[in-house]
């Protein structure tokens, strides 16, 4: 009987759930910040071959 409420407390206690779901809105910034940095470094190194390309095309 003495266990029961304490078991009852800890089943109505909603914190876990909150901090599941701080950790996925974390999780889906993350995902957010790691795919624009990627896509952003995809096109920072084609515009450096372009300008690569155009300085040596331009000395020679």
């Known amino acids: 009987m003495a266990l029961r409420l304490p078991l009852r407390a800890f089943l109505a206690s909603e914190s876990g759930a909150t901090a599941v779901e701080y950790g ?3 999780a889906c910034i993350f995902l ?12 920072e ?7 690569g390309a155009a300085v040596g095309g ?3």
């Open 24 to 26: 996925l809105i974390v």
């Open 32 to 43: 957010a910040i790691i795919g624009g940095v990627s896509l952003f470094a995809g096109n």
């Open 45 to 51: 190194n084609a515009m450096y071959t372009t300008i």
């Open 58 to 60: 331009a000395v020679r």
